[in-house]
């Protein structure tokens, strides 16, 4: 089965982690998010800053967006995300397994699936 490069390397947990958390409670802000981090067995001792630095790559390569404020308890606002479609299809390609759909798929969804694809080339 091949692999969406947001779930590949030593990120892709961590990503799955926050596309999981966001995809349950969104929207969230980063404080949110780490603190239900901390309560995953795996990432119990996970840094904030590392979960803060993750939220923004993922936000810088289109796969969680601001959709907005929050005032805090200590008068700040902070920004709150959730998951874009981009992720949502990611997460959905990386459960396919494409022999399967190409053996199941009818010939109007393969169709529809190949102009999607081309269109990137277009």
């Known amino acids: 089965m091949a692999r969406i490069s947001v779930f590949k390397g030593r990120d892709a947990r961590l990503n799955k982690a926050i596309f999981w958390i966001l995809a349950q409670?969104?929207?969230?802000?980063?404080?949110?998010i780490w603190r239900k981090l901390r309560t995953q067995r795996d990432f119990a001792y996970i840094p904030?800053?590392?979960?803060n630095r993750r939220v923004r790559?993922?936000?810088?390569?289109g796969y969680?967006?601001?959709?907005?404020?929050?005032?805090?308890k200590t008068g700040f606002i902070a920004i709150l995300y959730q998951l874009t479609a981009r992720a949502y299809l990611a997460i959905l390609l990386n459960k396919i397994n494409l022999d399967d759909f190409l053996t199941k798929a009818s010939e109007d969804n393969v169709l529809s699936a190949l102009a999607c694809?081309?269109?990137?080339d277009s």
Do not use: C, F, V, W
Request: proline letters at 3%; aromatic letters at 10%.
């Open 25 to 32: 409670q969104s929207p969230l802000t980063i404080y949110d």
């Open 48 to 51: 904030y800053n590392t979960a």
């Open 57 to 61: 790559a993922l936000e810088e390569h």
């Open 64 to 72: 969680i967006e601001k959709s907005g404020e929050r005032k805090t």
């Open 117 to 120: 694809l081309m269109y990137k």
